[in-house]
Structures are given as structure tokens and as C-alpha cells.
């Protein structure tokens, strides 16, 4: 099947090609010099009318390719700073298309405009100091107005209040080849010192059963966040770089063995509410019209169908990490306070999962560390409490 | 030296394999860098159908990748990431650095400055066969066992460091390390050879403001190269080290597979930045050169000065420098200080301008042109079309806001390839058009290389645009299916209709070898400068000869844009016409 796929695309290019060379060919009449190889009156013409062509098939492109795919693009942000992220990509990219229309435009009418005749006589236009100081200032006004935009946004973002620090949830995201899991920090907001090489049994995130801060923390693998309250993720790596990616809240940050990274944002809409949202309630119908689709043709070769798909947001992994790294996913659901709260509370404390699974041993940690390797939640941080 | 051609005694070895010719040089890189592009694209083509037919079993792939690699026809998933791997380590570096620059720069510096050869023929021998040999090195490690390097071309460790990570950071990596250092070498010898040749060897007349907008590229790119590569080679040693020594340089605190390794104290963001001190100057190494070429084409063909040339050399200065301090927009999201992102903003952004003033220097010299369309014509004016709409998403990967979302998603694989990988195919596409009578002594087929240019540019957008939309949509690269995502279902009609033109537009580069091949031998006999140009590599005879000219070498009287100058009956102005008398100069 394949390799008559690929015998028929060869084909085709080579019928292709003869036609092409034919037209070109055919364009040739009359001229046969020396100079045979070299564009004449005929190719420039030819040549400069398909640069015209070009730039309408570049804007028809363009415009099939919003229509078509327009609604690809992730929706509504689900977090705070979500909403100035997507106003300024929104201001960068009517920009770009303003830019881009026109300088393409010049570029090929240009192309067609001059194309060369016999006769033509180019103008000798080697330098202006005006026209290019216009084109150099331009940009450096724009621009300015984009960095300072953008840089007032980052800091936003990247620096977090320390009154909203107090306000806040602290989770942990722990990576590892090919899953991730969570650890919430309790009511002292503070995570237990934590080292890999304190990893054993159900401990497998190595928290220091011994820190007074560990004895409140939670892991779960299913990450729940409330809406309206500063999260504060840190996150670490157990083995290779990872990459926590969320796409929905417009938050993305690695993580790196051996250190520990950060970043916060605040939920804005629930997982309930963001399912009856309207451009993602298309957005699963489409989906689902394609799953269905191809839930048919699974059955007929004898397999399962695939589930209906139902929107939950997502933390991806997003830098390179190993063969599964394709799949290394978490659901994420942002519940409101008070189903935050109920939610987590029903969950048990590592320290007395730890107890159950070792009893009747005492609950310490394993002796192999000394506290000198723990790592230090605060040393060393990729966003700056201010 | 004396250069009395014909005293030499050449035998079928000096002349056609340890040959000390630039000339001869320029086109064994030439010939390499071709064929290690359809290495490169052939495996692009391969992880292009896995993502748009996920883990369907394909008899291409039984027959190239065999069952190791592709049990019954169908991909592994670490084999998906090993072809990325060295994919883009070839097109970048084998294909885009060694290919183009070693090729253009060699052709162009001794010819274009009025020098009988490079400073020193024998280095630049032995560049091209360190080149070689990392080039046999690198085809060599696609058939290890346990798989080619598998960690990205940016190669971070720890991926890269622990074979338990992934099977080809075993001796698959071991090659890819030893393959990049010897050619870093070759490149440091290539570069150094390249800046004292433009430094100290120029013939009369041509003063730094008289050369090419080509030797300005060459000679920039190769002082960035200078100072760039030795950052990736010893950032290459230290990771050595971690591998096979123990030492703990870019790794801590890791525990995989049920086992603590002992490393203690190293930070894989180290390493990040070391490579990206080399990685972005490198994209420049890879593009400018193609800009100089484009330069030079399109102020050939379009007889006319290119518009702004000082502009253009102060642009191309203030990108080298610029280049240098900009690497951590590839880190805004690494875990580095945030503080940082902002700088790396500011500079990023900064680097638009002289782009953009080079962008619309091009689109001027156009303007009141008589335009002669060559394909090489063709391919230049693609390359400014490409460059725009690749650099201009570049104003969003720069920002740390906006990158945060769209970091490592097929946004950026859309970005680059457009503003580097295409563009600077394109300047490559158009260098080997323009210089193939210099390189060969025949004509290239013109038609042919039409149709090449026009499939060739709407596969192009056909394969990278739409990727700026699946990218908004989230989708990571370098995700071996999208099927564990049911969120990306919607994108599997686009990734097929992407790969279609990736396969169209590779299958129709065969018009171009082709034609490459076939004129070599048969092509029609070139003249001596068949595209009325100024400069001085078309004042040498069409058969090659040592020393390049058979006389004196020619001095030269003017800067080498004087196309359709007032007062001049030809529409060109060779660089060794002296000026008239009373003639002004009308440039700046
Ligand atoms: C036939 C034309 C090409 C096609 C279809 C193609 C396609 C692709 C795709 C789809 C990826 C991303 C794969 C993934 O992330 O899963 C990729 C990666 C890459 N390509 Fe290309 N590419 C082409 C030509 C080029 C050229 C000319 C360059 C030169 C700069 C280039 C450089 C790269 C690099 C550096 C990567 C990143 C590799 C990595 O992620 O480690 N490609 N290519
Ligand atoms: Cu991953
Ligand atoms: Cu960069």
C-alpha cells in the first residue's frame, strides 16, 4: 500500500516536472545563443508574473489558514495573568500581519513591477540617509513600546507580592520519567525538605520524613488548584530535564534536577465553567466528531472504540526527556475554594501513608542522608518572591 | 610565493582529493554538504510521516530502518527522537555551516579579494577532511545498535549524559560528541583561515569598504564562529567528562531507574548556557553568510548598487555583536533568574532592527531595478520573503511573556525554520545557481531551476506556516504521535496535509540534483562572466588555474556595485575599470 503510494507520488512529480520544463520550454521560442541559460525578456516576464501570484498565493494562504485552523489556537486563558499574556500576543501579532502584508507585498510587486526588459534602464539609487533613518527608527519606536510592554507584563508575572505570597497555596511538581506528582505543602505552606536520596518505597519523592514542615504534606497524582487563589508551584526533577507546561493558564517552567524552579499563577475559571464555555464546547464536539470518526474505523479492524473526549486541562511535558516523553501527562482540575478545600482534606498525609505501609517501624527516615544534601527550598528559585 | 601555473605536477590525489585549491576545496565541501542534505531531509521526511500517520507501519521504513529500528514497519519511539536528533544536527551544522560557509567562503574570499588562494592552502585541507571524517562519524552513528543521539540537537544533559535515559545516550552520543568536536576543529581551522586571508591578503585597491557584501559576511561570520564554537567545544569536553569520567559539571541529584547516581553539585542550566552561548551566534553563522550571498545576487541581477551599503555592513557588524548576548531567549523558561529574561528581552528585541534594516535595504535595491530573474534571482528574493516571515514571529519568541506559552511547541519549529533553515537553504539554492559557471565551468538549466524555485517555495510555506497554528494550539515538538492527547485529535488533518508538501517539496529537489549533476558534465560552456557582473572572481578564466589569474592579479578602482551607473555605457562597471576621468563617486 505504501510503496504504491510512493510509486504514484514519483510519478506525479515526474509528470509534473516535464510539464513544467515544457512551459518554460515553450516560452523559449525563437532565442538559441550562447547565452541560452541566462533569464531573457520572456523568463523575466514569466518569473515576474509568478512573483505577483506569489504574494496572492502567500495572502490566500494566510487567510484560508485563519479560517481553517483560526480556531486551533487555545481559548479563553484560565489565569490571571493569562489575560495580559494573550493581549500582548494579540498587539504582536496584528503587528506582525501588518508588517508582513506589506513588506511582502513590495517585495514581490517589486519583483513584477521591475521585472527586466530589453532596454530598461535600472535606476543608480545607491544610498539616503533619510529613507534609512526612517526604517531605523521606526522599528526602534515600536519595539520600544513592545519591550516595555512586554518586560512590565514579565515582571508582573515572574515577581510575586509578598502579601499575596502569605495568600497563597504551595504545590509541588515533581517530574520524573514519564509522570508527574504532587505535593501540597499543608497548612504551614512549607514543603519538607526533600533529596532524592531519601527516595525509598512509597516515598517516592524523597521528602525528609524527618523536617517538622514534611509532616503535613500530601502527594496525590491528580492536581487540584482553586480558583481565585495565587498557586505557588515548585517545582523539581528527579532525573532528566522536564518541562511543567499548562498550556490553558499560560504557564510553563522547567524542571531541572538537583534545583528547584518556580512559577504561580492564579486560576480564574473552573474546570466546571470552562466546560461550558462556548468556544470549547465546540472545540469538543469537533474533536469528538473526529474521535467517532475514527472510533469506526478502529471497530472494523476489530479494536476498541476510543472514549468521548471531555475537556480537562492539562500539564504537559514540554522539553525532551525520554522515549515517552510524548506522553507524560497530569489532568488538572481547578475546583472552587470550598471543593478545593473538601477535596484535599479527604486526601492522607505522606507521613501517615508512610506509617501505615512501614508499621510498625517508626517513622523516620531512611538513615542514608545527612541533612546537608537536602535541598533548600529557597536557595535557589526561577521566579522572585519580591 | 610564485604562482607560475603549470610548473606544479599533479596527480589524480593532489588535484581531486588532498587538493590545496580553494577552489577545488569549495566544491568538495560543496558536493558534502549535498549529500549530507539529503541525509538530513530524508530523515525529516521519515519522522514526518510517523507524525502524520502515528505508529503505522510503513516498508520504507523496514527497508532503511530496519527491524531494530522500526519493528514490523512501525517507528520507535526513541528512534523518533534519534532522527530529530541528527536531523538538525545536520542541516545546521553539516548541511548550513560546513556546506554553505565552507563552500562560499573558500569559492569567494581568495577570488572576490583578489588572492591567489588562502593564506594557508594546507589548513584549509585539513578543515575539509576533519570536516569529513566528523561527516562519516556522524552517517556512522545512524547505525549503532542501541540508536543515534536521541537528545535533541541541543543535546541537554542530563538526557544526554545517561545512557539509562534514553538508549542513544549510550555510544550513539559517545559519536555525536566525538563527530561535533573534530568539527569544531575543522570549523576553527576553516575560520581562522577565512579572517586572516580577507585580513592580509586583499589586492591592490580593494580596501575594506571596496569588498563584496559576500566577503563581509564570510569574514564576520567566520570571527563569530571564532569566537563561539570554542564555547560548544569545551561545553562538549566537560559533558565528556560527566559521561565517562564522573565528574559532576552538569549534573546533581539524580535518581532513575531505582538506582542514586552519585553526581552531586553540576546544573544542567550550566550546560544551557554554554550551548546557547555557541547555539544562537550559530543561527547567524548559518544565515549571514546566505545573506552575503543574496547581497550580491540581488544587486547583480536587479543592476542596480545594493541600496545601503555601509548600512549593510553596519547592520551585519551590530548583528555579530548582538548575536553574542542574546542566547538566553532560548532560557526564559529554564529557571533562571527572571531578572535575566528581562535583559535577554531588551537585546533579543534590539536584534530586529538591523534586520529589519537589511529587510528593507533588499526591498529597496528592487525598487526602479531591471530585474534579471535568474533562478538564483529567484531564490535570493525568496530568501528576503522567508526571512521576513520567519523573523517577525521572532518578535514574539523574543518577548519572555509571549515565549512562556509558546516555548518548544511547533511555534517555534515554524519560526526557525523559516528564518534560518529555508532562508538560509535558500541563500545556499542561490549561491550554487549564480557561481555554478565558476565552479564548473558550465551553465546550470534555467528552466529546471524555475520549477525547482516555484514548487520548492509553496511546499516551503505549505510545510512551516500552518505549524505556527498547531503551535498556538499547545502541540510540543518533538512528541514522537499526538494520539496521547485527545485535546490534539483536531490537529491530525494538519500535520498530514504538512507532511504531504514535505514529501512533495523534497521529492521535487531531484529537479535540482539533477540538474546539478547533469550539467556538471553536459551543461551548456559558460563565459566568462555570464551574469555581467563587477566583481573580480569573473576577471579569472573559465578553466580553473592555480593562483587564479594567469598575470598579474588585477588592482582594483572601485567598490563593486556600480551597476547602471550614469555616464557608463554598459550597464555594469567591473571593479578593475579604472575611473574616468571626472568620474565622481556617487555613493557614500
Ligand atoms: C525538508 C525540509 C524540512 C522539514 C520537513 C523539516 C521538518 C522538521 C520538523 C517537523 C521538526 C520538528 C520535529 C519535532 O520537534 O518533533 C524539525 C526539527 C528541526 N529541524 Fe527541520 N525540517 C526541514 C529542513 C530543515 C532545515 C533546512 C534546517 C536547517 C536549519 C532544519 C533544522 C532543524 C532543527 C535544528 C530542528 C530541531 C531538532 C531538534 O528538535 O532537536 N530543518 N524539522
Ligand atoms: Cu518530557
Ligand atoms: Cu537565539
Not at chain 2, 569529513?132 to 544533559?157: D, K, Q, R
Not at chain 2, 530586529?352 to 531564490?379: C, D, E, H, R
Not at chain 2, 535558500?426 to 557561481?435: N, Q
Request: charged residues 15%; aromatic residues 14%; contains cysteine.
Amino acid at each position: 500500500m505504501t510503496s504504491f503510494l510512493v510509486f504514484i507520488i514519483l510519478v506525479l512529480v515526474g509528470i509534473a516536472v516535464w510539464q513544467l520544463t515544457k512551459i518554460f520550454d515553450l516560452t523559449q521560442i525563437g532565442g538559441s545563443s550562447d547565452n541560452d541559460e541566462i533569464a531573457n525578456d520572456k523568463d523575466n516576464s514569466v518569473n515576474g508574473y509568478l512573483m505577483f501570484a506569489f504574494v496572492g498565493f502567500i495572502y490566500v494562504f494566510t487567510i484560508y489558514s485563519l479560517y481553517a485552523w483560526g480556531d486551533l489556537v487555545l481559548g479563553t486563558p484560565a489565569s490571571e495573568h493569562g489575560k495580559d499574556v494573550d493581549n500582548l500576543m494579540a498587539i504582536s501579532m496584528a503587528l506582525i500581519f501588518f508588517v508582513q502584508t506589506i513588506t511582502q507585498f513590495l517585495l514581490h510587486y517589486f519583483a513584477f513591477k521591475y521585472r527586466g526588459k530589453e532596454g530598461q534602464k535600472a535606476l543608480y539609487f545607491a544610498d539616503n540617509n533619510k529613507l534609512e533613518a526612517i526604517w531605523t527608527i521606526i522599528p526602534v519606536i515600536v519595539l520600544a513600546g513592545l519591550i516595555m510592554y512586554g518586560l512590565y507584563t514579565w515582571n508582573d508575572i515572574m515577581f510575586v507580592d509578598k502579601e499575596d505570597e502569605q495568600d497563597a497555596i504551595v504545590i509541588e511538581l515533581y517530574a520524573k520519567q514519564f509522570g508527574w506528582e504532587a505535593r501540597y505543602a499543608g497548612d504551614d505552606k512549607t514543603l519538607g525538605k526533600a533529596n532524592v536520596r531519601l527516595i525509598e518505597g512509597i516515598n517516592t519523592l524523597g521528602v525528609d520524613l524527618a523536617d517538622p514542615a514534611a509532616q503535613d504534606d500530601k502527594v496525590v497524582t491528580e492536581l487540584h488548584i482553586p480558583k481565585g487563589k495565587r498557586v505557588i508551584f515548585k517545582m523539581r526533577s528527579q532525573d532528566v530535564l522536564h518541562s511543567a507546561y499548562m498550556p490553558h493558564f499560560r504557564a510553563q517552567m522547567n524542571c531541572v534536577p538537583g534545583m528547584i524552579t518556580q512559577f504561580s499563577f492564579i486560576p480564574t475559571v473552573t474546570t466546571a465553567d470552562m466546560r461550558n464555555d462556548e468556544a470549547i464546547i465546540a472545540k469538543v464536539d469537533k474533536i469528538n466528531k473526529i474521535r467517532t470518526k475514527n472510533s469506526k474505523k478502529i471497530v472494523a479492524e476489530g479494536g476498541v472504540a476510543l472514549d468521548p473526549y471531555t475537556f480537562d486541562y492539562l500539564l504537559l511535558c514540554n522539553k525532551i526527556c525520554g522515549a515517552s516523553h510524548y506522553n507524560m501527562q497530569m489532568k488538572i482540575v481547578v475546583d472552587t475554594p470550598a471543593d478545593f478545600k473538601a477535596w484535599l482534606a479527604e486526601k492522607p498525609t505522606l507521613a501517615q501513608q508512610w506509617k501505615e505501609a512501614n508499621a510498625p517501624a517508626p517513622a523516620v527516615a531512611p538513615a542514608v542522608a545527612t541533612p546537608a544534601v537536602a535541598v533548600d527550598s529557597t536557595k535557589v528559585v526561577a521566579q522572585v518572591i519580591k | 610565493m610564485s604562482h607560475d601555473h603549470g610548473h606544479h605536477k599533479e596527480t589524480f590525489i593532489t588535484k581531486y582529493i588532498f587538493s590545496l585549491d580553494h577552489k577545488m576545496i569549495a566544491k568538495q565541501y560543496l558536493i558534502s554538504g549535498l549529500l549530507m542534505g539529503i541525509v538530513g531531509v530524508v530523515l525529516s521526511l521519515f519522522f514526518r510521516m510517523q507524525i502524520a500517520w502515528p505508529e503505522e507501519s510503513f516498508e520504507i521504513f523496514k527497508v532503511f530502518l530496519g527491524d531494530n529500528f522500526a519493528p514490523d514497519g512501525v517507528m520507535r519511539n526513541d528512534i523518533y527522537l534519534a532522527l530529530v536528533t541528527i536531523h538538525g544536527t545536520i542541516m545546521v551544522f553539516f548541511v548550513l555551516t560546513a556546506g554553505l560557509s565552507g563552500t562560499f567562503s573558500n569559492l569567494l574570499i581568495p577570488l572576490q579579494i583578489g588572492a591567489r588562494d588562502m593564506a594557508s592552502g594546507f589548513m584549509n585541507m585539513l578543515s575539509f577532511w576533519m570536516f569529513f571524517i566528523s561527516c562519516v562519524i556522524m552517517i556512522a552513528s545512524l547505525f549503532v545498535e542501541s540508536g543515534p543521539a536521541s537528545a535533541g540537537w541541543t543535546i541537554y544533559p542530563p538526557l544526554s549524559a545517561l545512557p539509562q535515559a534514553i538508549p542513544g545516550s549510550g555510544l550513539g552520543m559517545t559519536l555525536w560528541l566525538a563527530s561535533m568536536a573534530i568539527f569544531i576543529a575543522s570549523s576553527l581551522m576553516g575560520s581562522l583561515n577565512y579572517v586572516v586571508t580577507v585580513i592580509n591578503l586583499r589586492t591592490k585597491g580593494m580596501t575594506m569598504t571596496r569588498m563584496p557584501l559576500t566577503v563581509w559576511a564570510f569574514f564576520v561570520t567566520a570571527i563569530i564562529g571564532i569566537v563561539s564554537f570554542p564555547v560548544l567545544f569545551s561545553a562538549a569536553l566537560l559533558l565528556i567528562f560527566d559521561r565517562s569520567f564522573g565528574t559532576s559539571f552538569f549534573l546533581s541529584d539524580i535518581f532513575i531507574q531505582g538506582e542514586v547516581l552519585h553526581y552531586q553539585g553540576g546544573s544542567p542550566v550550566l550546560f544551557e548556557h554554554l550551548f546557547w552561548f555557541l547555539g544562537h551566534p550559530e543561527v547567524y553563522i548559518v544565515l549571514l553568510p546566505a545573506l552575503g550571498i543574496t547581497s550580491e545576487i540581488i544587486a547583480t541581477n536587479s543592476r542596480k548598487p545594493i541600496f545601503g551599503y555601509r548600512a549593510m555592513i553596519a547592520s551585519i557588524l551590530a548583528i555579530a555583536f548582538l548575536s553574542t548576548i542574546v542566547w538566553g531567549h532560548h532560557m526564559f523558561i529554564s529557571g533562571m533568574n527572571p531578572f535575566l529574561g528581562s535583559v535577554f528581552t531588551f537585546t533579543t528585541l534590539l536584534i530586529a532592527i538591523p534586520s529589519a534594516v537589511k529587510a528593507f535595504n533588499y526591498i529597496t535595491t528592487l525598487w526602479k531595478g531591471n530585474l534579471q530573474l535568474n533562478p538564483a534571482m529567484l531564490f535570493s528574493i525568496g530568501l528576503v520573503s522567508t526571512f521576513i516571515t520567519g523573523g517577525l514571529t521572532g518578535i514574539i519568541l523574543g518577548d519572555s511573556t509571549l515565549d512562556i506559552n509558546v516555548h518548544d511547541t511547533y511555534f517555534v519549529v515554524a519560526h526557525f525554520h523559516l528564518v534560518m533553515g529555508i532562508s538560509a537553504l535558500y541563500g545556499f539554492f542561490a549561491g550554487v545557481y549564480h557561481w555554478f559557471p565558476k565552479m564548473f565551468g558550465r551553465m546550470m538549466n534555467k528552466n529546471l531551476g524555475y520549477v525547482h524555485f516555484w514548487v520548492t517555495a509553496v511546499c516551503a510555506y505549505g510545510v512551516f506556516f500552518p505549524m505556527h497554528f498547531i503551535g498556538m494550539a499547545g502541540l510540543p515538538r518533538r512528541y514522537y504521535t499526538n494520539s496521547a492527547f485527545p485535546l490534539f485529535d483536531e490537529l491530525a488533518d494538519v500535520n498530514v496535509l504538512i507532511t504531504i508538501f514535505a514529501i512533495v517539496g523534497a521529492a521535487f529537489q531531484i529537479v535540482f540534483f539533477w540538474n546539478f549533476f547533469y550539467s556538471i558534465f553536459y551543461g551548456k560552456k559558460a563565459t566568462q562572466n555570464p551574469w555581467r557582473s563587477n566583481t573580480l572572481e569573473w576577471t579569472t578564466p573559465v578553466e580553473h588555474i592555480h593562483g587564479n589569474w594567469p598575470g598579474e592579479i588585477p588592482e582594483v578602482h572601485r567598490w563593486p556595485y556600480d551597476y547602471s551607473k550614469p555616464g557608463h555605457d554598459e550597464d555594469f562597471v567591473t571593479q578593475i575599470t579604472p575611473m574616468k576621468e571626472g568620474e565622481e563617486v556617487l555613493h557614500h
